[in-house]
């Protein structure tokens, strides 16, 4: 077995690696004048490979279908994409539009294929080989379970949230709420938790990702003044675009904590033990 990193996951990767005992694969990357991505792998494929690499940008969806076409030698090729760009368009909102998501897993080919918290489970019907989404709130629940907060309660910002909140909740054995409008008048709107009380409490809010982090500094901002103790914010893809962190501590976070599906500075929760132990089930 070799695992390979690509540009946007060379942490990941190596930590990937580490738990699977082995040495990551030394990789070459670089750009022709003309802009054109060059890569070399600079070991021979072996009887099995695992390529590990995000695709936020063009450039690293590019380099993965090159990073795949080098290991055409190898007899099984693991792709492993952590975080999944174009996969929030996963169908036709207007006449005319592409299916993003489709058309990106039909240019993948690889033997098997792993994400992480997709954003929608049936983008992997796209896929034209075996592939599976590994879910990571068990192991931010663990992290969250180490701060050792102070009558813990997680909260998803909306319904669509909700699923992961409860993965995480039910892993900590704590509460979990989510936030709800109220329209009082035709211009005014109330946010609040549906069912509980956040007085006194520490909060985790809880989203799949977090891209410019407008939805979240509000919900960061009202949750303060129903009393909130301390308000983290947690994710599994830090995509943090912008000026996205400088807002969320403006609105008053205590700390934001990510997975390294995209290595950011928040990135304190490494999703590699998920993915290592996942590889080594085949």
Do not use: W
């Amino acid at each position: 077995m070799k695992i390979i990193g690509g540009p946007a996951s060379q942490a990941l990767a190596t930590r990937v690696a580490r738990e699977m005992n082995i040495e990551p694969t030394l990789c070459e990357f670089n750009r022709f004048p003309d802009g054109e991505i060059y890569t070399r792998i600079m070991e021979e494929p072996m009887d099995e490979v695992t390529i590990i690499q995000s695709t936020a940008t063009d450039s690293d969806l590019m380099t993965l279908l090159l990073m795949i076409d080098a290991c055409e030698d190898a007899q099984v090729v693991n792709v492993v994409i952590p975080y999944m760009g174009y996969a929030r368009q996963d169908k036709k909102f207007k006449s005319g539009e592409p299916i993003s998501a489709r058309a990106i897993a039909r240019s993948i080919s690889a033997d098997r294929i792993f994400t992480v918290n997709i954003h929608k489970p049936s983008i992997l019907d796209y896929f034209n080989s075996d592939a599976f989404d590994l879910d990571a709130s068990d192991t931010i629940g663990k992290y969250i379970s180490s701060l050792h907060l102070n009558d813990p309660l997680i909260v998803a910002p909306d319904a669509g949230a909700m699923n992961l909140a409860e993965n995480i909740a039910n892993k900590m054995d704590i509460q979990y709420d989510h936030l709800e409008k109220t329209r009082l008048s035709g211009d005014t709107v109330v946010i609040k938790t549906k069912n509980m009380d956040v007085c006194g409490r520490d909060i985790v809010l809880v989203d799949d990702m977090i891209a410019t982090g407008g939805t979240m500094a509000e919900s960061i901002k009202l949750l303060k003044n129903q009393g909130a103790s301390n308000v983290y914010l947690t994710c599994v893809h830090p995509v943090l675009a912008k000026n996205a962190v400088l807002r969320l501590f403006n609105a008053g976070v205590r700390d934001i904590i990510a997975t390294d599906t995209l290595e950011k500075a928040q990135s304190s929760v490494s999703v590699a033990p998920l993915i290592a132990s996942s590889i080594k089930n085949f």
